[in-house]
């Protein structure tokens, strides 16, 4: 009985130092994600705390040497002067900190090893530059229908035959369509995204209207356009363009750069 109690005892004190220690753990990591929130807020001129994950566990070995193995980064609904809002991601692989603090402060440089660098446009701030305010972006029909999927790691599409479907008042054309559209990255500085209307689409996953052939080419014209301006998050080029959910992307891929918090937005 008393070796019982003794075991029980020693349980409860393990229990104990471990729950401690994952709560400190725990506590550590919240608050160096709230320092790194507010120095990108206060660097990258945002109006909010953009949302910051510092991944990994234990969280206190990494800031102990300095090196943290993955940092994300996303700031949703950013004002843009061309597209009215946009977001921005960004996502830092084994970065290495000075050896003067854990903390990531307004001007720390971060070493990484790779960036994943994103802005995004949702399909209602797409629609208002094109001036089609209904616009909805799908991913391409071949996409849709594979469940292996036929994106990049970060989830998004190709960039040939995404489906476009909307109201092309301009084309004096008044019923939803549906329009195959590619996208390409143009520009001396890679910030001019160019939607290229391919073809009207009909049947399944598609607003399935045909188009008379009269109106054929104005109807692929206002599903036509060039949006510029669109920088990535610390300055990436882009790598790939797309949509995931009914978001257009623009992802850039870069390795072995040391970036700093105020070049997180370019707008």
Not at 56 to 81: K, L, W
Not at 164 to 187: E, M, Q, W, Y
């Amino acid at each position: 009985m008393r070796v019982r109690k003794l075991l029980i005892g020693l349980i409860a004190a393990v229990v104990v130092v471990a729950v401690a220690a994952v709560g400190a753990d725990f506590g550590a990591a919240i608050y160096a994600e709230y320092r790194l929130a507010r120095a990108v807020r206060t660097e990258a001129r945002l109006t909010f705390d953009p949302w910051v994950g510092i991944i990994g566990f234990p969280f206190i070995s990494q800031a102990r040497n300095r090196h943290y193995d993955q940092i994300e980064i996303r700031a949703n609904g950013v004002g843009h002067s061309v597209v009215g809002k946009a977001s921005y991601e960004a996502t830092l692989y084994d970065v290495d900190l000075p050896a003067s603090s854990w903390l990531i402060d307004t001007k720390t440089p971060l070493k990484v090893r790779k960036v994943e660098s994103r802005i995004i446009v949702d399909s209602t701030h797409v629609g208002r530059f094109m001036g089609i305010p209904d616009l909805l972006v799908e991913t391409p029909l071949k996409e849709a229908n594979n469940p292996t999927g036929g994106t990049t790691e970060s989830g998004i599409s190709g960039n040939k035959g995404l489906v476009f479907t909307g109201t092309p008042k301009a084309a004096d054309f008044n019923k939803r369509v549906s329009v195959a559209v590619d996208l390409s990255i143009a520009g001396p500085e890679q910030t001019t995204l160019v939607f290229s209307a391919a073809g009207v689409l009909t049947g399944a996953g598609t607003a399935d209207q045909p188009v008379p052939e009269d109106k054929t080419q104005a109807v692929l014209q206002a599903f036509s356009t060039s949006m510029p301006g669109l920088r990535l998050p610390f300055a990436i080029a882009p790598t790939s363009e797309g949509a995931r959910g009914s978001d257009v992307i623009i992802e850039g891929i870069a390795e072995g750069l040391t970036v700093k918090l105020d070049e997180f937005n370019q707008s």
